[in-house]
């Protein structure tokens, strides 16, 4: 019998699940001796790489703009002025990633939009040369209404598809988990990834996924044991209804990582000096996971409402995670600097 570790640094109020059976396999272990950390950071997310290969992605990275910057001010008008406001004032002054394009993306507080708006605004996209970009949260209940029924499985109610840790359901950053496993979940994603399809999305921004992978009293498929085994069911499942889209995760575990091309190295960044402060303070320890993912995502920029020092230096942090920072790990593997450090850079 293996068991892992939870506790409140895990945002976990269970004990790690069992394994149990005839034969047992154990994740692989690394072991290491590096003068330098940083390296063996790297080697670290190398190994990672060859035994979970990062998801493929042949285009360029995803770059534009991301609605959370209007929150739930998000409206069909907006969404439109935007992608023209992209077309005539900055892709034609260079604001393009290297397949001449950007990416419009709508965040949470889309669904003020019905399908034909959904439809309406891909159309302005493509038109004005861009790419539309959507979001959802698959392992949440925002509502917290267990009596409320499940629209994609009228079947169940909300109540028969969380996880319940001690008998309650485990409620985390104001929404209540649901279980990967049950069938109500892939019956959403099924539904969900068929209206993003016929709108015509190409790029999904899954977010809150950490709630897929708390451990619970117990899961609808029983061979599922633990809530990593349980994340990585329901991320397979996501893959075979979203997988022809760029998934970007958000506020979700490190690993299991070749479910999606990038993730956010952090959580939400704004426009203030303490922000900024806290990118740099991922970047730091994070930069590694560039080998596991195609990318590491450097959050959205917001520059309203801010000075122009604090502007700059949160433009800074962004750029060093995406750009200066990965130009920076190919000379160090170049000239081989093992005594370098990334706080250094």
């Known amino acids: 019998m293996l068991w892992g570790i939870a506790d409140e640094q895990t945002r976990d109020v269970k004990a790690h699940g069992a394994l149990a059976g005839k034969k047992i396999k154990s994740p692989k272990v690394f072991l290491g001796f590096f003068e330098n950390w940083c ?12 035994i979970a290969p990062p998801k493929a992605w042949e285009k360029a990275v995803p770059f534009g703009w991301n609605s959370w910057a209007l929150q739930f001010n998000l409206a069909y008008e907006k969404a439109m002025e935007v992608s023209d406001y992209f077309k005539e004032n900055l892709q034609n002054n260079h604001f393009v990633n290297p397949d001449q394009t950007v990416y419009i993306g709508l965040d949470s507080g889309w669904d003020c ?13 493509k038109s004005n040369g861009q790419i539309g970009g959507i979001y959802w949260t698959p392992f949440t209940d925002w509502a917290r209404d267990p009596e409320r ?29 649901v279980d990967p496993t049950h069938p109500a979940v892939e019956a959403m994603m099924k539904k969900t990834s068929g209206l993003f399809h016929r709108a015509g999305f190409e790029y999904v921004k899954m977010d809150f996924m ?8 117990k899961w609808y498929n029983p061979e599922i044991t633990t809530g990593i085994q349980g994340y990585n069911y329901g991320m397979k499942l996501l893959n075979q209804y979203f997988g022809d889209m760029y998934i970007n995760l958000s506020i979700s575990p490190v ?13 939400d960044a704004w426009n203030q000096i303490k922000d900024t402060e806290y ?24 520059l309203r409402d801010a000075t122009d020092g604090e502007n700059r230096a ?5 750029s060093l995670r995406v750009f200066t920072l990965q130009e920076t790990i190919s000379v160090r593997e170049e000239e081989k600097t093992p005594k370098r450090s990334h706080r250094n850079i």
């Open 39 to 50: 390296d063996g950071l790297e080697a670290y997310a190398k190994a990672n790489a060859v």
């Open 113 to 125: 939009m019905n399908e034909e708006q959904l439809k309406s605004f891909i159309e302005k996209c």
């Open 149 to 177: 029924t499940v629209d994609a499985a009228p079947e169940y109610k909300y109540k028969d598809i969380y996880l319940y840790a001690n008998g309650k359901p485990q409620e985390l950053d104001g929404a209540y988990a």
């Open 210 to 217: 950490t709630h897929g992978a708390m451990e619970a009293d």
């Open 255 to 267: 690993f299991p990582a070749q479910y999606a091309q990038s993730r956010r190295i952090a959580c």
């Open 279 to 302: 990118t740099l303070n991922a970047l730091s320890y994070g930069w590694w996971q560039k080998y596991i993912y195609q990318y590491n995502d450097a959050d959205h920029i917001v």
């Open 314 to 318: 949160r433009i800074t942090s962004g």
